[in-house]
């Protein structure tokens, strides 16, 4: 089945505890970016990612490192996570090219404490 | 970058009538602009999408127009039911980063059926 999948779903953790959320998708996708959703803010772009070795910042980059060592994975690293972040969390994946239809993954729920 | 504006945040209608949701967009080189339903708790579900090559696009009860002179986009609902109540999300892409750049998302509407 084509998905896309994000581990853990839900997460709850302490001021400047290190984590990552892993990203995966099996549908050979070029294109991959993470988003996070606020209450009233909608959902705002974090990073993204052309291709293998080639990622950007998007609207929030602050505060999250990501990498893009293979083209199924684009796992986001919290390095020293603040109540700020506490946020929902989409991974989501394009084709590429002429076909940017993204699939959204089911979403992390991250509390900060 | 592209700036996307939704209105309204919040539509409450009579079931059986119509919902129109209306955004804006900055970037006059984007090219592909979906919009999604979210249900609560779960993820953005696509349910139309329109390029800029077309005016007007139709699927059942849902159309989406597009003016790329106005740069303003809408989504019509029409015979609205009890399933459609969700935050309904605007979005563009396709601009000055190819679409590899991801999506710029509206705010959101909290779409209220109102039995």
């Known amino acids: 089945e084509a998905q896309v999948t994000q581990n853990p779903r839900y997460l709850i953790t302490v001021t400047g505890k290190k984590l990552t959320v892993t990203c995966s998708q099996n549908m050979n996708h070029e294109y991959m970016s993470w988003y996070r959703q606020d209450p009233g803010l909608g959902l705002r772009q974090i990073y993204y990612s052309m291709n293998v070795e080639v990622t950007d910042k998007g609207d929030v980059p602050e505060g999250y490192k990501v990498s893009r060592k293979e083209k199924r994975n684009f796992p986001l690293i919290l390095e020293s996570p603040s109540p700020n972040q506490t946020s929902l969390y989409f991974c989501a994946s394009s084709l590429g090219g002429s076909n940017l239809e993204q699939y959204f993954g089911p979403g992390t729920r991250l509390t900060v404490t | 970058g592209e700036n996307v504006e939704q209105h309204p945040s919040t539509l409450s209608v009579q079931e059986g009538d119509s919902a129109v949701i209306k955004c804006t967009y900055s970037?006059?080189?984007?090219?592909?602009f979906p919009w999604y339903k979210q249900e609560l708790g779960k993820r953005p579900q696509l349910i139309i999408d329109?390029?800029?090559?077309?005016g007007e696009k139709k699927d059942q009860r849902i159309a989406v127009t597009l003016n790329k002179t106005a740069k303003h986009f809408s989504l019509h609902i029409t015979e609205t039911q009890p399933e459609d109540s969700a935050v309904y999300f605007c979005?563009?892409?396709?601009?000055?980063?190819?679409?590899?750049?991801?999506?710029?998302f509206g705010k959101g509407t909290h779409l209220i059926i109102q039995p």
């Open positions: 329109i390029r800029s090559n077309v």
């Open positions: 970037d006059s080189a984007s090219n592909y």
């Open positions: 979005a563009a892409t396709g601009g000055s980063g190819g679409g590899a750049d991801g999506l710029t």
